[in-house]
């Protein structure tokens, strides 16, 4: 026990890490032990022998291609991303995905804003609410009868003919009891003083643009475009008269049979082209966005309407570009 | 264990630290024979003794902003290296499904013939031959240890750490460095006298 503590001591005495008063216990040791001297001479020979290893020279690129590493890695420091490890790029590039598809899907939507509506006639009746207010109908129980007869069928981007304004429509007499009259609501002054005020034109169901009851003087001599009353037929496609070829549809109805979608079309050489949406509420008021095209199909004005009022708008340049600058007013759903 | 104001490097550690690659580059060029041969006799191929320090720097590199500088940059970079040594090894052994030496088995030696495990009696005519075939055999004694007592002989016998900075580099109490080289020692004495007959 004593031989195997004073081995292990042994091998600090050499390195010279021992206690002073250790070290002199321990050469008192060694001068009665010959053991305890030949493991020291092992030992130190042992050491000596480990000692005489040469040392192995670095190969004269090495600094040269550490250098080079170390300056790859500040070079990815610096370009940043791009070197990130994969681990941390995955879930940006993940985020990054989601981030853009939502982005595309809402681009998208609004390009498209009404995708159906342009079939919508051709497939199925043009709703159940067509004139049936300005005709002052009660009868609004057999809407599939008064399907419109579709003769052609037509896309609603697949446009050519240049839009002309619509001439102002000339001044009617109101039916005679209406079944909805739609209160006028007076427009925000959004624009300052230089420009019109519009009038929240109100829905009469499916006839004619409007019947303002502020307005410019009805023109005596309305263009073709001038859209005339509908016709007071079980068909719902209501054309305009001979001279006009507008034709506007109820696609969607209250349930108290106001109109609350109604798209206009220009029918021109067997084609119909998408001339305008109007939104109204159940008291027909007109409500929701409205949306103004021209005959390629891009959106020519659109205007957010509240209960009658008008909340914001903007112009669109025939490529999509939003127009600068104050709106003349001259809108669709405010021709008069 | 030594500071930065008592730390040769500590200047050179500064301006690396301020982005300064002839800094790094000067400490590449300072140490990295002490480097090589620490790796080489861990793993015992050149090559990737080579890599491994290589990998020692950049890593060092990429973390000299960590090094606060509580030891010497010296004992630090040791230990990176140690560390990338021992990954090394590890991966080259699960390569190659190698079996550590024993210091029971049987030694090769560098013509690749095995060494007779009785004490050689090959005359050593020359010195030079004597000395080269004395190296190769505690080269061999020394790759025949265990990794944790190779590390603690090759830093205290071969390269003079002191085992304060073993302690630092190894990140183990003195008293184990201590019993440790001890072990390693006699280890590597009785390897030599099986291989050699006496020392």
Excluded at chain 1, 72 to 87: D, H, I, K
Excluded at chain 1, 163 to 170: D, M, V
Excluded at chain 2, 35 to 50: H, K, P, Q, W
């Amino acid at each position: 026990m004593e031989r195997h503590v004073m081995r292990h001591k042994l091998s600090e005495y050499i390195d010279g890490s021992i206690p002073s008063a250790a070290k002199a216990e321990i050469e008192e040791h060694l001068k009665t032990c010959a053991a305890c001297s030949d493991a020291l001479r092992e030992l130190e020979r042992t050491i000596e022998h480990i000692k005489t290893v040469e040392q192995v020279e670095p190969p004269a690129w090495m600094t040269q291609k550490t250098m080079a590493k170390v300056r790859a890695e500040t070079e990815r420091r610096r370009r940043g991303f791009l070197f990130f490890p994969v681990r941390a790029k995955l879930p940006i590039q993940i985020f990054a995905v989601l981030f853009l598809t939502v982005i595309a899907f809402y681009i998208y939507r609004n390009i498209q804003p009404t995708p159906n509506l342009s079939e919508a006639p051709t497939r199925e009746a043009p709703s159940s609410v067509i004139a049936k207010d300005e005709l002052g109908k009660t009868d609004r129980s057999s809407p599939r009868s008064e399907k419109a007869p579709q003769t052609q069928k037509y896309k609603a981007l697949d446009m050519k003919l240049e839009y002309e304004k619509p001439a102002p429509p000339i001044p009617r007499e109101q039916p005679a009891a209406p079944a909805q009259q739609p209160p006028q609501a007076a427009n925000e002054d959004v624009l300052g003083k230089g420009a019109a005020k519009p009038q929240a034109a109100a829905p009469p169901p499916i006839q004619e643009r409007a019947a303002p009851s502020a307005g410019p003087e009805p023109q005596a001599g309305a263009k073709s475009k001038t859209i005339s009353p509908l016709e007071k037929t079980a068909g719902l496609s209501a054309r305009t008269d001979m001279q006009g070829n507008l034709e506007r549809v109820a696609l969607e109805s209250h349930s108290n049979g106001t109109p609350k979608l109604i798209v206009t079309y220009e029918v021109v050489d067997l084609r119909k082209v998408k001339l305008a949406e109007e939104r109204f509420n159940i008291k027909g008021e007109r409500h929701g966005i409205q949306r103004e095209y021209y005959e390629s199909g891009q959106v020519k004005t659109e205007a957010q309407y509240g209960h009658g009022k008008l909340k914001w708008f903007k112009e669109f340049s025939p490529d999509g570009v939003e127009r600068s600058g104050r709106s003349n007013y001259d809108w669709f759903w405010l021709k008069e | 264990m030594g500071n930065t104001a008592s730390d040769e490097d500590a200047d050179l550690v500064s301006r690396t630290r301020q982005g300064d690659l002839n800094a790094f580059e000067s400490l590449v060029n300072k140490h990295q024979k002490r480097m090589l041969n620490i790796a080489f006799r861990m793993i015992g191929d050149y090559d990737e003794a080579c890599e491994a320090v290589q990998d020692a720097f950049i890593s060092a590199f990429k973390n000299i902003m960590n090094f606060r500088g509580q030891a010497k940059f010296t004992t630090w970079l040791t230990a990176i290296t140690v560390n990338h040594s021992r990954n090394r090894l590890k991966r080259m052994r699960s390569r190659s499904g190698h079996e550590a030496f024993s210091l029971d088995a049987p030694v090769k030696a560098d013509d690749g013939e095995m060494v007779a495990d009785p004490p050689s009696k090959e005359p050593s005519a020359l010195d030079l031959l004597e000395k080269r075939y004395v190296q190769g055999r505690v080269q061999d004694c020394i790759k025949a240890l265990a990794p944790e007592y190779r590390e603690v002989v090759i830093l205290r016998d071969l390269q003079d750490f002191s085992y304060e900075e073993i302690s630092g580099v190894l990140n183990m109490r003195e008293g184990t460095v201590k019993s440790r080289l001890f072990r390693a020692r006699e280890a590597v004495k009785d390897c030599l006298k099986k291989i050699m007959g006496e020392l």
